[in-house]
Structure formats: structure tokens, C-alpha cells
């Protein structure tokens, strides 16, 4: 299973971003799918997650900014970033939980992409 983010540059304060994680290999469905960030000296930072439901959470400091969506035929989560500030940025990296059916049992692998940088300058 290969999972690759795309999407990042660099992006004055206030502009926007459109990032995406796409997943491919072998498997039954993907489950859930999460965007961390990641700067220097700071603990890895969850951002956005979206179940297979469709349920979605964000960390407090992109509510209202960040939307995260997914198309499930494709396998790809986005993330659409609005508004976006110094402080946003940071490598983002795309976690999935994915499911593989085999001999009657759904067995879960989890995988992390390379991650893609994010630069906002003020």
C-alpha cells in the first residue's frame, strides 16, 4: 500500500492550499483517513480526520478554516486550507487505516505518507 500526499507550497498569509492524499495497493477499503502537521521541536499535531462515514473532527486551531472531504471511489482525501497563517506551517503528513478481508477476517494496516510542506509567509 503506497499512500502520497501533494499539494503543498508556499502561500502568502490569508491565501489557500488544496492538499491530497491518495492511496493505492492491495486492499478491501480504506477507513479512516487523518492529516498531522509537523514543524521542528513540536510534538506531531493532529489536524483532520475523516471516517468512511463521512464524520469529520478538526484540532481547534482550524476549525472554520480547514475542510477536509474525501472521494472514497478514488481513494483520495483533501484538504482545503483557508485563511492560512504563519503558524500553519509544517509538513503535513496523511495517515489511513486500511482494511484487508482475507480467510473471513478484516485485518487493519495503518500507513503515513512522505508528507507534503506547507509554507505560509506573513
Known amino acids: 500500500v503506497q499512500v502520497a500526499e501533494s499539494g503543498g507550497g508556499l502561500v502568502q498569509a490569508g491565501g489557500s492550499l488544496r492538499l491530497a492524499c491518495a492511496v493505492s495497493?492491495?486492499?478491501?477499503?480504506?477507513?479512516?483517513m487523518i492529516w498531522y502537521r509537523q514543524t521542528p521541536g513540536k510534538q506531531r499535531e493532529l489536524v483532520a480526520k475523516?471516517?468512511?462515514?463521512?464524520?469529520?473532527n478538526y484540532a481547534d486551531s482550524v476549525k472554520g478554516r480547514f475542510i477536509i472531504s474525501r472521494d472514497t471511489a478514488k481513494n483520495i482525501a483533501y484538504l482545503q486550507m483557508n485563511s492560512l497563517k504563519s503558524e500553519d506551517t509544517a509538513v503535513y503528513l496523511c495517515?489511513?487505516?486500511?482494511?484487508?478481508?482475507?480467510?473471513?477476517?478484516?485485518?487493519?494496516?495503518?500507513?503515513w505518507g512522505q508528507g507534503t510542506q506547507v509554507t505560509v509567509s506573513s
Open positions: 495497493g492491495r486492499f478491501s477499503y480504506v477507513n479512516h
Open positions: 475523516i471516517n468512511r462515514g463521512d464524520f469529520t
Open positions: 495517515n489511513v487505516l486500511v482494511i484487508l478481508r482475507a480467510e473471513g477476517r478484516n485485518r487493519e494496516y495503518d500507513y
